[in-house]
């Protein structure tokens, strides 16, 4: 682990060119994102205007929580509303009054449109104006856009923060601020405020919040750090309200988090032995839970299929501080302000893609023969099948993997399918 790569000096290395693939893809859409967003944002409620499909692909995305009263429901667009044949807007009214009637606990309501709103073009945003007005004083509407047309499934998550910076206060001043972005599970959350408060970096806001009013300003103090690798739009309109994105590696990992810290660190003026005192601790304990796993990865080959924008940070974690060998990252979308020190830090020989063209990157998987494929859920059985070893890259949004104390689970999430390939050849 070296320390002097985490001092970011604006010379990163113009590494690995980046081969864009345009075909077929098979990645889940926006709706998907609901599953860890409603997890978060505790008092509001994801209404998805869509089809059949897109209930079921919610319920089955969430399909391992059973609630009696849950947070997401899909009001279905019959063939008469496809048809023009019925007032779409009567109906919502009616499907929201009933949300509103049954759940007082309620503070946000999100209008989700999907593929067939999207193509009928009902316009959620008027709908979601109306519907302020008519419930103003009581429960905030905001519209996004879930559809798979055109987005991948982390994409959801940014268009959903994206929608809601618009209704952030102006701080009203130049005074610092930090926002982090991006959903981070509760107790990542914490560990973080901790080690921000021990830095003394403040204030500190996290968006999403747990409570959908949890609206932070924001004006040219501000300060971003990105947590998560897909919010790149949020991002754009957060510098178009004078806000300033820190340049920083994603915290996964003991190397990465260190560099994510030490971003804020800088942009504070954190003097260097503060910054030891405060995260020596932690990541010597982030270091020893990741070596606790390098011999079962050390030499394995890894490939990525683009799926959740994850892509590039893993790898970096996996290759630098595990000893894997990268084969191929894909990547569904390529954001250069976000990922450029990620990508400074990988070697420079690896294949990087963006986008996806399904059948001839499923031939170099079977062609390379890697290790371990990480890759989306339907691609996974079919792989298995011809004695592949995979990993659902779902499965790490749904798991806490951010930060130090994450660094050793992060790093076991890889070793898991390796130890079950070895005990069924035993
Ligand atoms: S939004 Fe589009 S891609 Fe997603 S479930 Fe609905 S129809 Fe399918």
Same mark, same amino acid.
């Given at each position: ?39 978060? $944002? ?63 606990? $309620? ?79 509760? $107790? ?205 890259? $779902? ?32």
């Amino acid at each position: 682990m070296n320390e002097a790569v985490l001092a970011w000096d604006g010379q990163e290395k113009a590494v690995n060119h980046l081969v864009q693939e345009r075909g077929q893809r098979a990645v889940f859409c926006g709706l998907t994102s609901i599953v860890w967003l409603h997890r978060k $944002i505790q008092d509001a409620f994801f209404l998805v205007v869509g089809s059949r499909t897109c209930a079921h692909l919610v319920q089955s995305a969430a399909g391992v929580m059973i609630f009696a009263e849950p947070r997401f429901a899909t009001a279905v667009l019959s063939d008469r509303d496809l048809a023009g044949m019925a007032d779409c807007n009567e109906e919502l009214d009616r499907v929201v009054g009933q949300v509103v009637a049954r759940r007082s606990d $309620i503070k946000t309501i999100f209008l989700v449109s999907s593929c067939p709103s999207e193509v009928i073009k009902l316009d959620l945003g008027n709908a979601a104006e109306r519907l302020r007005r008519t419930y103003a004083g009581k429960i905030n509407f905001v519209d996004y856009s879930g559809s798979g047309i055109e987005t991948t499934f982390s994409q959801g998550e940014d268009s959903c923060l994206q929608s809601l910076v618009k209704q952030l206060p102006d701080a009203g001043n130049e005074d610092p601020s930090l926002l982090v972005l991006g959903t981070l599970s509760d $107790i990542v959350e914490d560990q973080f405020r901790r080690l921000f408060e021990g830095l003394g970096i403040g204030p500190v806001s996290f968006f999403p919040g747990r409570a959908a009013g949890d609206l932070p300003p924001v004006g040219p103090g501000t300060r971003l750090l990105a947590a998560q690798p897909y919010v790149n739009e949020t991002v754009r309109s957060l510098q178009a309200r004078g806000a300033t994105l820190l340049r920083a590696p994603f915290p996964y990992g003991a190397e990465g988090s260190q560099g994510w810290f030490r971003a804020a660190a800088d942009a504070w003026q954190v003097p260097v032995t503060r910054f030891r005192e405060v995260i020596g601790a932690p990541l010597e304990r982030a270091r020893l839970a990741v070596s606790q796993h390098q011999s079962q990865l050390t030499g394995k080959r890894i490939t990525f299929l683009p799926d959740s924008q994850l892509e590039l940070p893993l790898a970096r974690f996996l290759n630098r501080e595990c000893g894997m060998e990268l084969v191929e990252i894909g990547t569904p979308l390529f954001e250069q302000q976000l990922m450029q020190v990620e990508k400074s830090l990988l070697p420079e020989t690896v294949r990087l893609t963006e986008g996806q063209d399904l059948d001839p990157q499923l031939d170099r998987v079977r062609r390379d023969r890697p290790d371990l494929t990480v890759c989306g859920m339907g691609i996974a059985n079919p792989l298995e099948a011809e004695g592949l070893r995979t990993k659902w890259s $779902i499965e790490l949004m749904f798991t806490p993997i951010q930060g130090f104390e994450q660094a050793g689970d992060l790093a076991g999430l890889f070793t898991r399918p390796l130890t079950r390939e070895a005990q069924l050849k035993v």
